[in-house]
Structures are given as C-alpha cells and as structure tokens.
C-alpha cells in the first residue's frame, strides 16, 4: 500500500495552459501522504545496515507526514515509534500519530543550527537508547532512493514516457531529487523544476547558488527549506519557480472545487507551480507533480476562516467558495 498511486488529469489547469498536467495522487498511499515513501525505504534502510532489530524504536524529526507514515509501518512491522516536531504544525497531524500509537513530542520551533531544533532532539534521544535508530529523513539518502526506485519509475511508465518536466515542491528534497535521477538517466531532456515557498532559501540557491532566504513565512507545511540537504545535494535540478501563499492557497480552493480534489497547501503550491512552468515551456508539453496529502490534515487552519483572515489570505479564496470555510 505504499506506492503505485493513481495519475489524475488536471483538466481545468491544463486547458488554460495547453499543456498536459498530471499530478501523482499521494494522498492514495496506506499513510496519506507521499512521505510514506520516504518512510518504507528509511526504515527498510535501517534494516539492511542491522541498525534495526526486532522490537526496535524508529525515532525520527518531521512536520508530520513522515511521522504518520512511520507510524503505520512501525505497527506493521512491530516496532515503537518516536516522532519530533515544531510545535508550529497542526493539530490534526499530532491526534493522527497519536492514534496510531506514536509518542508524540512537540517541540519550540527553531532553526537548523539550534541544538534544540526538533531534528536533533530526535537523533539525541535515538542515541540515548537500545536497538533504536533515528532514521534522519532530511540528510539520509534513502529518502531520495524510495524516489529513484518507485516514483520516477511510475511516471515513466503512466506517461508512456511522454513527461516533458517534473515539478516538485522540497522539504527534505526527496522526492524532487530522487525522481529527477530516476528520470534524467532515461531521458536526459526532461527537466526537473524545484517549487518553493515564501521564506526558503532553495529558490535563490538554485537561481544563483546562494542560500539567500526569501521573505516572509508560510502556511504550507512540510516544505521549504533553510539549508540543502544531503538528499538534494548533485541532484540534477534545471530551474527553480517561486510560489506566494496568494497562489498555493488560491489553487488549493480551486482544485476542491474545479476538481473535486480536496488536498492541502502544498499540493496547491505544487499545482500553482506546475501552471507557472507550463507558462514557461509553451503549449504541448507534459508536466507531472504531486497531491502531497489529502486537506483533512490542515483543516483546523486552511480552511478555517478566523485563521485565515488573521494571515491576510481569505482574498485568495475565489469568491465562490469562500462559504465553504467554517
């Protein structure tokens, strides 16, 4: 249940455009999410090294999805699972790890090169005991592997081998790279486009090579990044596209509605993304992205309207469907 997702025709988008866009339905896989991806080969990474034995603890640092996918395949396989995260993120994704029966530890949201950033408290209390091992989901590179092995792999064959780009919005920069290699050593032609949001560094860093971080915040979750992470380090990325919040959110209402694709912020961001490239490329190309995650995951803030009017985002809401916010 991890993989093999369906490809959904973006039929709205891509007659405005005149291009084919298809997106990879992520929200399809046993954990919600395209980070249960990520989550099979961290683990299964683990297991081949013998870091992991049976009855184990899988400890890790994410925003959430990561941690959901570790969560469900930690009771599959028979393991105990420990998830670090900002306590910036919502609330629906800690009762989810919860559920499954994660120990859940949000933290203060801090920078990278803070010692107390959640991905170091999760590799320090990893340390701190027996048969445990922090599956480090930014900088190993099993990450990018589930993405050479799996994802390219499917939009090869789903396209027919028709994809002209791929355009990914990074966290960890898994998906992005890992598909990118996959693809690239096919047809070196297809181009690999990195979406990032406000606040990031990894636009400027692509565009000039400088980590410069743009400015602002974000409400996506999960995405943007202060550093280049070792599953982005050599991966073959031709060109970067900046997406606003205006944008993502403005397309996360329109693919609800014009779609009947109900996902989160980032899989706006991402589609957002997809039609600024289609823009770039001309007509008659084909340009494949993701659905991250399905919008139940961000309900409490995307479609709420108090926090939404507080982020100064409800304008990005086509009038239409403005109702619909609770």
């Not at 064959?157 to 990914?168: H, I, Y």
């Not at 494949?288 to 995650?293: E, G």
């Amino acid at each position: 249940m991890v993989g093999n997702t369906p490809m959904i025709y973006l039929e709205k988008v891509s007659k405005e455009t005149g291009c084919t866009i298809l997106a990879k339905a992520e929200f399809a896989n046993c954990g919600g999410s395209v980070k249960d991806r990520a989550a099979l080969y961290l683990i299964k990474d683990a297991e081949e090294r013998q870091l992991l034995k049976p009855g184990g603890t899988v400890v890790e640092g994410t925003a959430g999805n990561t941690g959901i996918g570790l969560a469900h395949l930690c009771n599959a396989l028979g393991y105990k699972c420990v998830i670090y995260m900002p306590d910036t993120q919502s609330v629906e994704k800690i009762d989810l790890m919860r559920a499954l029966g994660a120990d859940v530890r949000p933290v203060p949201a801090v920078p990278y090169d803070d010692p107390n950033n959640y991905n170091h408290q999760a590799m320090r209390f990893a340390d701190s005991l027996d048969n445990a091992v922090w599956t480090n989901q930014f900088d190993s590179v099993a990450n990018r592997r589930a993405h050479i092995e799996t994802t390219g792999p499917e939009i090869w064959k789903q396209t027919g081998g028709t994809v002209d780009v791929v355009v990914f919005a990074t966290g960890t920069g898994g998906t992005l790279a890992g598909t990118s290699m996959f693809l690239k050593s096919i047809n070196p032609n297809i181009k690999a486009i990195l979406a990032d949001p406000q606040g990031s560094v990894l636009y400027n860093y692509v565009k000039t090579g400088e980590l410069i971080r743009r400015e602002g915040s974000s409400i996506t979750e999960g995405i943007g990044q202060g550093r280049v992470t070792a599953n982005l380090q050599g991966a073959p990325v031709d060109d970067a596209v900046s997406i606003s919040d205006f944008d993502a959110v403005n397309m996360t209402f329109r693919l609800l509605h014009e779609e009947g694709i109900y996902v989160g912020a980032s899989s706006g961001l991402n589609v957002a993304a997809a039609v600024e490239v289609a823009k770039m490329v001309g007509p008659g190309k084909t340009i494949v992205t993701c659905l991250c995650d399905g919008g139940q995951r961000s309900y409490s803030r995307l479609f709420n309207r108090k926090f939404m009017e507080e982020k100064d985002l409800l304008r990005a809401i086509p009038e239409p469907y403005r109702h619909t916010l609770s």
